[in-house]
């Protein structure tokens, strides 16, 4: 045998080698984290190969402009091997990227931003990386037709981000299925507020602009994470056991707003009593101009009311979302029934409790009344991206937990209930974990036909 043919197996190993990733030295190479998280109604949200802890958010708007600056410092924990990772952004302008303090290649293809670091990254390693970004954000529309993202307001912005906005305003891995702690530094011209999740731990004039930090200590879904400027009156008061309550109005909604934005710490109270303790070191609300939004949002510690949406029964609806949604949060956008399912429930409950109908007289009446967009799909299985926000999912929702209560007695039912949203505090779930806890604390009980008629099943069940 001749050298060049010695030399032919050597140089095809080679490349077998090159091919799979794997060493010469027997080490590995790491691999592409991969775009999305095979979400079955968003499939291009959120990435691969990485968990992130937290965001150090540092974004300065002019309204006039509509300019927005941002740095985003996000640190994560490498999942597995990384030659490179994805982040996901809609629209602006990508300055620099940077990993571990050293220059990242780059690229933008849609809504992926794909990071390549100078050095692959070693599964359980955590890593820092930083992008600075600038430009117009976007508003985006969903697929029901409605708008999140950054909303521009008369006199500033809102930004919200059910189900995937939050891209439109910082990179990150934007799926409910990853939580982080937040810090959020918002810049704005002298006079105007910025209002975010948390606590505000700092403020700053300097040069005609305004600083305000935020702070958010407990996990946070990046769909639920705002940010409000504009002109607001700033209420700080208190709730059960000294919990921090504050509230940001436009001052053009305050007066027709003080009555129902009072119950906060009656309302948070109540819940306690009925879903366990508040799981967040704050909360409170922010209410903006009827037509700043075209709904209500659970965002966390401070959820976003139109002001023309502002009634009891709605600050029931999104206080409760901090147990159920914000704390106990869906490990995708399949199970948002255990969002909305959850909510809607507790305002049937505070009617119950406050003299209006029993939970089982709403459930009796939408059973019997001619209600039949409730029937066009079962809660646990949406028929498509657009219908995610859709009656079954809340009012059929709804129903899954009184029939559950019918089951097993009030006793039981809140045992579940509370202790559902002590087992996942601060985690993801999703709906098999849920029959999964239920069957668990009520041995015995036999929920079969709850769940393949009500939850999984098609059309209106055959009684009530």
Request: aromatic residues 10%.
């Amino acid at each position: 045998m001749s050298r060049s043919a010695r030399l032919v197996p050597a140089v095809a190993t080679l490349l077998a080698l090159a091919l799979t990733g794997t060493a010469c030295d027997g080490g590995v190479h790491g691999t592409p984290g991969g775009s999305g998280v095979r979400d079955p109604y968003f499939p291009k949200a959120g990435n691969g190969g990485y968990d992130v802890t937290h965001y150090a958010l540092t974004l300065d708007y002019t309204p006039d402009t509509r300019h927005l600056t941002g740095k985003a410092v996000i640190t994560a924990r490498a999942t597995k091997d990384l030659s490179a990772f994805d982040l996901d952004l809609a629209g602006l302008d990508v300055d620099s990227v940077t990993v571990e303090g050293r220059s990242a290649r780059w690229n933008r293809a849609g809504q992926e931003l794909t990071v390549r670091p100078h050095d692959d990254l070693d599964q359980g390693e955590t890593f820092s990386v930083t992008v600075r970004y600038a430009g117009r954000p976007k508003t985006l529309t969903d697929p029901d037709g409605s708008e999140e993202g950054w909303l521009r307001t008369a006199d500033g912005a809102l930004a919200l981000g059910e189900p995937v906005g939050a891209m439109a305003w910082f990179p990150g891995n934007n799926h409910p299925s990853d939580k982080a702690t937040y810090d959020i530094t918002v810049t704005v011209p002298k006079g105007l507020q910025a209002v975010s999740n948390g606590e505000l731990t700092g403020r700053r004039t300097k040069g005609g602009r305004t600083t305000y930090a935020w702070h958010c200590a407990q996990p946070m879904a990046s769909y639920l994470a705002t940010v409000a400027i504009g002109h607001y009156d700033i209420t700080r008061t208190t709730g059960p056991h000294g919990l921090p309550v504050l509230t940001a109005v436009d001052p053009t909604q305050a007066e027709d707003s003080a009555k129902v934005l009072a119950k906060i710490p009656e309302i948070i109270d109540w819940e306690e009593t009925n879903f366990g303790p508040y799981p967040f070191s704050s909360t409170g609300a922010i209410v903006d101009r009827p037509g700043d939004a075209g709904y209500a949002l659970e965002t966390q510690t401070r959820p976003v009311l139109p002001a023309d949406q502002l009634d009891t029964s709605t600050l029931v609806h999104e206080l409760a979302h901090q147990w159920y949604g914000d704390s106990v949060t869906p490990k995708s956008w399949r199970d948002m029934w255990l969002n909305e399912g959850f909510a809607t429930y507790a305002e049937w409950l505070y009617k119950e409790d406050f003299g209006g109908k029993s939970a089982q007289q709403t459930f009796t009446d939408l059973y019997k009344g001619d209600h039949e967009e409730i029937w066009a799909f079962p809660p646990a299985r949406p028929s498509s991206a657009a219908h995610i926000s859709d009656s079954p999912v809340y009012q059929r929702g709804a129903m899954v937990l009184q029939k559950i209560r019918q089951k097993v007695g009030d006793d039981t039912f809140y045992d579940i209930i509370q202790g559902w949203a002590a087992a996942h505090r601060y985690g993801t779930a999703d709906t098999a974990d849920f029959t999964a806890y239920v069957e668990k604390k009520a041995p015995g009980k036999d929920f079969r036909e709850i769940w393949k008629d009500w939850l999984y099943g098609d059309g209106k069940p055959d009684h009530p």
